[in-house]
């Protein structure tokens, strides 16, 4: 590109200033509202992505209740694990309180001292025996609980027994054990006296994200064993390709143990977690929607205003012709000028666009936008403008020189 | 003269057609967006209880311990058991109601139906008086049924359709957990819409299908849903000493007592329990109306108020587009304007009549804009929110599309035909 290119091109602009500042304007807008709108739909793709720490393809969940009070709820509880652990192709089953993205949670304030005002809010997960195998989450310190460990939850609540261990995430090692092993280290969690930390996995999501973002990876693993009529979940590990082989079969195992119960959902987890993003994929497709249309009226916009500047400057094109001036020379004058404006319209934009993004971080508690989604904004905003002058730009270079000696 | 201009307008823009069809789509795909997120955020923060809303008040309490207590704090969004019950006994107000959500299984006695677990709320009589509820048959259970923990219940229309395939079933009996209870009245269809008396148990879902009185739901232990707060650990939560906080309580002043007595209420009753001991910190309450406590529990999704901003965004750009495509067709019929002036016409008629071709456009956008609405709303009906059944294009909302498109155009207008109208007539007759 020649820089002598630009100085024709500028007075030219020059002439038409209202039309130029018009079209520099609706470019920096756009810029602005996609790079926010790019990055809008980023985040919320990112956490659709969100890691649960679960073996997700292998997990089927169901939600069970009863009819009445259930005298013996414990014992129809371990009759209900048989027959699902009964069922081919399953490999681990336990009763849980809640599961990731289920929505449903159990939170508790813990800390390695007791009544600490700065304890932080972690979520608590407890199961029957078996639950973190269920889960199939992985162990990286530490070992799982024993069969010994685990207490009942009628007896828990009565206060005649008492969880002696619990195993944490690495979110929760390392905000309340940073640089020392929490293996063997006392953690209040639940009641007066202290668990021991006898293992740390890798990761454990939340059910839901009420806490905040800061406090998404705390959570707690308790070895509490509780009947389905309090927990409310069974969660089923099965041999991957036969989670839904296995989900066919659960309600029929359920209710042979007992039927005067409700099942009120049974779902593979990739449809608890389907289930649970589904508004922030709606967002995101509809963030899509605008943001592609914005850059379609731009588009047309600029196609509009570039096919009247053709129009207008046919003398002037023919005589440029006519002095020796090839197609090339044409085509590449307009998409200089186009680019000219589209760049002005972005430097614009990125500033406008930043200013945007800090009034949504603090009226809508959205993060701040990183810089590599200004060049986003930018790179597609050039892009469409080329592609919008190129229509007219072509219309022009097929001017003919002649047009130069006719009068209008 | 405006049929005139009507005229000169229709042919300028039946000359340029792609020109003008760019412009009416840009509008129309601009107002069209603010109109469906605007009809959203309308339907979303509209009064729940029209004319009722300034007389319906949520009361609060601070029953904490004094650990952990600073000046000026907001108390708890919900009462303990024990509070609540005392508040209801001394009245006080035109009417007091006490409840929580809950959830029931229930037994169809028709043969082919399924147990199901069905959406409830434990509250007292005066619920439905109160918030308003319609009754199709029969109506609510006594003030003494509430006393007694009778064995009572209001079951919405779809539960009566449901279980007795009729509405007037008045007096028939619907098992609920293995116990039986008696109908007192069915309610007709009725949604309210935000579900503002409890915020904990959706926002903009459906409402419940059952109601009993609460003291029968303590008694027959019957499932409560929503949130709780304790500050202790209790065996039993849900007792009526127990410091854990989860009840709604919701007051109708206005006759009997102002919102300003109930307040002293509130605050001498808080002073008393801080006097006997229950309560160790100094008296903390609020008493917010309905219009109060949606604003402070800011009900209205973010995302959908991040979408209305968005959509104005895109208004601008589409109007910013429209300024600059009118601007060029003015500017390039210089030739034809020139003429007129020469033959007479003021500025101000010129002014008038470009203003005019661009309102038309506005009107065409507005159409287009509509249907574009319509559109949108029927992908709103279509997300997976528990609010999308309730996005409807209303009158209001129809008349406004067409203002804002009209009103949108001629402000795109302003500035093109002002310079328009700044045509001299000598220079253009003497190039052309």
């Known amino acids: 590109m020649y820089p002598m290119h630009f100085v024709p091109i500028l007075s030219a602009l020059r002439r038409h200033r209202a039309a130029t500042a018009l079209i520099v304007l609706e470019i920096s807008v756009t810029c602005a509202i996609v790079s926010n709108t790019v990055f809008l739909i980023q985040d919320r793709l990112s956490r659709i992505d969100h890691a649960s720490g679960l073996a997700e393809d292998e997990l089927v969940r169901v939600q069970l209740t009863g009819i009445g009070e259930k005298p013996q709820a414990s014992a129809l509880t371990a009759q209900d694990l048989a027959a699902l652990r009964a069922i081919p192709g399953v490999r681990y089953a336990a009763t849980a309180n809640m599961v990731p993205f289920g929505n449903s949670s159990w939170n508790t304030d813990i800390s390695p001292i007791p009544r600490d005002p700065d304890a932080i809010n972690s979520a608590m997960y407890f199961g029957s025996q078996g639950l973190l195998e269920a889960m199939g989450a992985q162990l990286i310190a530490g070992r799982s609980f024993t069969p010994g460990e685990f207490v009942a939850y009628a007896d828990v609540q009565a206060e005649k027994a008492h969880p002696p261990s619990v195993i944490i995430t690495r979110g929760v090692a390392e905000r309340l054990f940073a640089g020392k092993t929490p293996i063997g280290q006392p953690l209040y969690v639940w009641g007066k006296e202290p668990q021991t930390v006898v293992g740390v996995i890798e990761r454990l999501a939340r059910p839901n994200e009420a806490a905040g973002r800061a406090s998404a990876a705390y959570a707690v693993v308790l070895p509490i064993d509780v009947p389905y009529t309090v927990a409310g979940n069974y969660l089923i590990r099965t041999d991957a390709p036969r989670a839904v082989e296995v989900l066919a079969q659960v309600s029929a195992a359920l209710k042979r143990v007992d039927a005067s119960r409700i099942i009120l959902g049974r779902q593979s987890f990739a449809e608890v977690r389907k289930d ?36 207008q400057r046919t003398r002037q094109i023919g005589v440029r012709r006519a002095l020796g001036a090839t197609r090339g020379d044409i085509l590449l004058y307009f998409q200089v000028e186009n680019f000219i404006l589209a760049t002005t319209g972005i430097v614009m934009g990125m500033v406008l666009g930043y200013a945007i993004n800090l009034w949504l971080m603090h009226t809508y508690q959205v993060p701040r936008l990183p810089a590599m989604f200004l060049p986003v904004g930018a790179a597609l905003l050039w892009l469409v403008g080329q592609i919008a002058v190129l229509g007219p730009a072509l219309r022009a270079t097929m001017i003919p020189p002649a047009t130069a000696s006719r009068t209008s | ?99 929580t959500g809950g959830n029931a299984a229930i037994e169809p006695a028709r043969a082919g139906i399924e147990p199901f677990l069905a959406d409830a709320r434990w509250t007292t009589s005066e619920f439905f008086p109160m918030f308003g509820a319609p009754f199709a048959a029969g109506g609510s259970w006594a003030a003494d049924d509430d006393a007694r923990a009778a064995r009572v219940a209001v079951i919405s229309r779809a539960l009566a359709d449901k279980l007795f395939g009729a509405v007037d079933v008045v007096g028939k009996t619907i098992r609920v957990e293995g116990t039986p209870l008696r109908i007192t009245g069915v309610l007709d269809d009725w949604r309210l819409s935000p579900h503002f008396y409890d915020l904990n148990t959706g926002v903009y879902g459906p409402g419940e299908q059952l109601f009993a009185p609460f003291s029968t739901s303590r008694e027959l232990k019957l499932a409560r849903g929503g949130t709780m707060d304790c500050w202790d650990e209790v065996p039993d939560p849900e007792a009526v000493g127990a410091p854990c906080t989860w009840i709604q309580f919701w007051v109708e002043l206005g006759t009997t007592t102002t919102a300003a007595d109930y307040q002293a209420f509130l605050t001498s009753y808080s002073q008393d329990q801080h006097g006997v001991g229950r309560f160790e910190r100094p008296p903390n309450v609020r008493l917010r109306d309905i219009r109060d406590w949606l604003a402070f529990k800011e009900v209205v999704p973010s995302d959908v108020r991040l979408q209305t901003w968005i959509s104005f965004g895109v208004l601008v750009v589409c109007l910013i587009n429209t300024v600059g495509l009118l601007l060029t067709k003015f500017l390039h019929r210089a030739p034809e304007i020139g003429v007129r002036r020469a033959l007479g016409a003021s500025r101000r008629s010129i002014f008038a009549q470009l203003l005019i071709e661009a309102g038309a456009i506005g009107l065409a956008g507005g159409v287009v804009g509509l249907v574009l609405a319509w559109l949108g709303l029927w992908v709103v009906r279509n997300q997976p929110t528990d609010y999308a059944d309730l996005a409807q294009l209303d009158l209001p909302m129809l008349l406004t599309t067409f203002v804002l498109a009209i009103f949108a155009s001629l402000l795109a207008g302003l500035f093109p035909a002002w310079r328009g109208c700044q045509v001299s007539p000598a220079l253009q007759l003497k190039v052309s």
């Open chain 1, 276 to 311: 649970y993003f589904k508004q922030d994929r709606a967002l995101a497709l509809l963030l899509t929607g605008v943001s592609i249309s914005l850059l379609v009226v731009t588009a047309l916009g600029i196609v509009g205003l570039a096919s009247f500047w053709v129009q």
């Open chain 2, 1 to 99: 003269m405006f049929a005139y201009y009507l005229d000169l307008a229709r042919r300028s823009l039946a000359r340029d057609r792609a020109l003008t069809a760019l412009m009416i789509v840009a509008i129309a795909f601009g107002v069209g967006a603010s109109m469906t997120t605007l009809t959203v955020l309308r339907t979303l923060s509209a009064d729940p209880l029209p004319g009722k809303s300034h007389h319906v008040f949520y009361v609060q309490l601070d029953p904490r311990k004094a650990k952990g207590y600073t000046p000026g704090t907001e108390p708890p969004e919900q009462l303990t058991r024990a509070d609540a019950e005392a508040l209801l006994r001394a009245g006080h107000a035109d009417r007091t109601t006490m409840m």
